[in-house]
């Protein structure tokens, strides 16, 4: 069980419930929050397998949140509904209790990023590089509204929640936001950080970009899995698209 402290500051930077626009239910579904806690030996080692196992050539740098980002060893975009489809399965398999994404490096290589090839790390290099575990924390209700048409009904387009920080890195000055899946969403000038909510059982694929119109290089991929909010993604977001 985690101290108290620990979890009132991560609850600190959740934001507040949301009312819905007057034409929508304001779901009372269920989110689970996560916070840091310390990695897990076996987690890690599972992880570190998985992704050498796909046989793909990948490095890895580890961000002052903790978390872990994958990166293409040669300079190619992530698509991990394709080319690195077995990544994604490894990182489904973690990301309860890892903060992982992958990044593309088309412009801005394995090198420049401070990644290292995954063949040389070990359960001790993350730590000592200070990756963390994750662990649930508690619930608190969604703040994306729910149409009156049900969270999952067949040929509905599904939404997420995003809650954008214009001000600063630690997403607590909340801006909320509901989004359609499958289309891009964006702004003229980049929110400095960001996190997203999965208001529905399926898993949500999200991708952001540091340039506008979810097109370019060097964009980010991650999942959060069903019903949970995911983490604070802490650099520049011009533009943004998820899908179930």
């Given at each position: 069980m985690f101290p108290s402290a620990i979890r009132s500051l991560v609850l600190a930077s959740l934001p507040l419930v949301v009312a819905a626009a007057s034409d929508a239910t304001?779901?009372?579904?269920?989110?689970?929050?996560?916070?840091?806690?310390?990695?897990?030996?076996?987690?890690?080692?599972?992880?570190?397998?998985?992704?050498?196992?796909?046989?793909?050539?990948?490095?890895?740098?580890?961000?002052?949140?903790?978390?872990?980002?994958?990166?293409?060893?040669d300079q190619r975009r992530v698509d991990l509904t394709t080319t690195d489809a077995a990544l994604l399965q490894c990182i489904l398999a973690s990301n309860d209790a890892m903060y992982l994404a992958a990044e593309s490096t088309e412009v801005h290589s394995a090198t420049d990023k401070g990644a290292v090839a995954l063949d040389g790390v070990s359960y001790d290099w993350l730590v000592a590089q200070g990756t963390t575990g994750k662990q649930a924390l508690g619930t608190k209700p969604a703040s994306s509204p729910l149409t009156s048409r049900g969270a999952d009904a067949v040929g509905v387009t599904q939404t997420y929640g995003a809650y954008l920080d214009?001000?600063?890195?630690?997403?607590?000055?909340?801006?909320?936001?509901?989004?359609?899946?499958?289309?891009?969403?964006?702004?003229?000038?980049?929110?400095?950080?960001?996190?997203?909510?999965?208001?529905?059982?399926?898993?949500?694929?999200?991708?952001?970009?540091?340039?506008h119109d979810c097109d370019k290089n060097d964009s980010r991929t991650f999942v959060i899995t069903g019903l949970q909010i995911g983490e604070c993604q802490k650099k520049d977001v011009f533009s943004w698209k998820g899908h179930y």
């Open positions: 304001v779901s009372t579904t269920m989110l689970t929050y996560f916070g840091p806690t310390a990695l897990s030996a076996e987690v890690a080692s599972s992880f570190l397998g998985c992704v050498n196992a796909t046989g793909d050539s990948y490095g890895l740098y580890v961000e002052d949140t903790g978390g872990i980002i994958v990166v293409p060893l214009s001000s600063g890195r630690d997403c607590t000055n909340h801006d909320h936001h509901t989004f359609e899946e499958n289309s891009c969403h964006g702004v003229r000038q980049a929110y400095k950080s960001a996190r997203f909510e999965n208001t529905h059982g399926g898993t949500l694929h999200m991708e952001i970009w540091p340039h």
